[in-house]
């Protein structure tokens, strides 16, 4: 059952690209389609924790998967088989590309691969504006956020927090009043 | 060791703050292994993500690998991956031993609401702050508009849509 449980999510981690919102829908065909393991629901409500959670979210995902099947030892298998493609993947490529970086072809090649990023990074942005019902306030939330991590040094971190607690208490209040 | 024991807590800090997926992680990584540590400079930091994104795996995952490849070889890598992961494994235990406890509380709910819009600020920062070290001339502009039309409404994946661009680049430059 472990080797089964490793080499799931080891496929897993080596077959998809493009991240770890990517990887939920194999992991999903995988173990609740094809193995069943985990059902449906149970399963949804594990991405609700993992999303909610600090870490990479197929990460997440594939240590509470382990609990649920075999406990602290079923955690730990899950979680090495889904990054241990990526780090061995990683390793081979980053001996190559140290050396192969100044190399006056391939740095012409970055310099077009760098806007591509933007690029990438933005039509996130994009897609998640989109789909997030942003209000003026959020809207404002989220320019103030971009502006201050573009031209202050104060650190992400900070920004969270003091998001995190403020809407704890915004939202406690609200829900106070709405029952009163 | 000195370097290894930075690495560890940088990493873990990452792993630990890193809410909304791995591009909005990426201005605290900036943060920690640029401004702080100056392991490397802005455009190698770029090119690292760019081959992140073309790797199978989760970007938060294989950035930790290869910017602990980076600082400290192999030993490096083992350490900044194994502490990005340690968070979400000790959280991932926690919530796993208190889970009704958590589902029945609204606050975890209340903070991931309220910290939305702020994670969508990071990831818009992340942008900008690639397009400050990539927007070198207007045929990167160009690139940049061109690919960000076909990625967001035609559909282009990334890989296809950087090894264009690398073509690109090499034609143009």
Same mark, same amino acid.
């Given at each position: 059952?472990?080797?089964?449980?490793?080499?799931?999510?080891?496929?897993?981690?080596?077959?998809?690209?493009?991240?770890?919102?990517?990887?939920?829908?194999?992991?999903?065909?995988?173990?609740?389609?094809?193995?069943?393991?985990?059902?449906?629901?149970?399963?949804?409500?594990?991405?609700?924790?993992?999303?909610?959670?600090?870490?990479?979210?197929? *990460?997440?995902?594939?240590?509470? *998967?382990?609990?649920?099947?075999?406990?602290?030892?079923?955690?730990?298998?899950?979680?090495?088989?889904?990054?241990?493609?990526?780090?061995?993947?990683?390793?081979?490529?980053?001996? *190559?590309?140290?050396?192969?970086?100044?190399?006056?072809?391939?740095?012409?090649g970055f310099m077009g691969i760098r806007p591509a990023v933007v690029a990438l990074i933005a039509s996130a942005v994009y897609k998640m504006a989109k789909k997030s019902d942003l209000n003026s306030i959020k809207l404002l939330i989220a320019i103030a956020t971009t502006l201050i991590i573009v031209f202050t040094n104060i650190s992400p971190i900070y920004l969270i927090i003091v998001a995190g607690l403020f809407a704890i208490l915004y939202y406690n209040r609200k829900d106070k009043k709405g029952e009163s | 060791m000195t370097n290894l024991i930075k690495l560890f807590l940088s990493f873990f800090k990452i792993g630990a703050f890193s809410f909304g997926g791995g591009y909005a992680m990426l201005p605290l990584m900036k943060e920690i292994v640029i401004d702080q540590h100056h392991w490397l400079v802005n455009s190698e930091f770029i090119d690292i993500l760019a081959v992140s994104e073309m790797t199978p795996g989760p970007i938060a995952i294989n950035m930790a690998t290869f910017l602990g490849y980076r600082v400290g070889g192999i030993a490096g890598s083992i350490v900044a991956t194994t502490a990005v992961v340690l968070p979400s494994f000790i959280?991932?235990?926690?919530?796993?031993?208190?889970?009704?406890?958590?589902?029945?509380?609204?606050?975890?709910?209340?903070?991931?609401?309220?910290?939305?819009?702020?994670?969508?600020?990071?990831?818009?920062?992340?942008?900008?702050?690639?397009?400050?070290?990539?927007?070198?001339?207007?045929?990167?502009?160009?690139?940049?508009?061109?690919l960000f039309y076909f990625i967001t409404f035609k559909n282009l994946k990334a890989i296809p849509a950087i090894i264009i661009a690398g073509i690109a680049g090499v034609i143009v430059y």
């Open positions: 059952m472990l080797l089964d449980l490793f080499k799931t999510f080891f496929k897993v981690g080596a077959f998809t690209i493009g991240g770890g919102y990517a990887m939920i829908p194999i992991i999903q065909e995988e173990i609740v389609d094809k193995k069943k393991w985990v059902n449906e629901e149970d399963f949804m409500d594990i991405i609700a924790i993992s999303q909610g959670s600090p870490g990479p979210i197929a *990460v997440n995902v594939s240590i509470f *998967v382990g609990y649920r099947l075999m406990g602290i030892k079923g955690a730990l298998t899950c979680m090495l088989g889904t990054i241990l493609p990526s780090f061995l993947i990683i390793l081979l490529v980053a001996t *190559v590309f140290f050396q192969f970086r100044n190399n006056p072809i391939i740095s012409k | 959280i991932m235990s926690l919530i796993f031993h208190f889970v009704n406890k958590f589902k029945d509380s609204p606050l975890s709910d209340y903070f991931f609401r309220g910290i939305r819009p702020v994670v969508l600020g990071l990831i818009a920062s992340a942008a900008v702050s690639v397009a400050m070290d990539a927007y070198i001339d207007i045929k990167a502009v160009i690139i940049s508009i061109a």
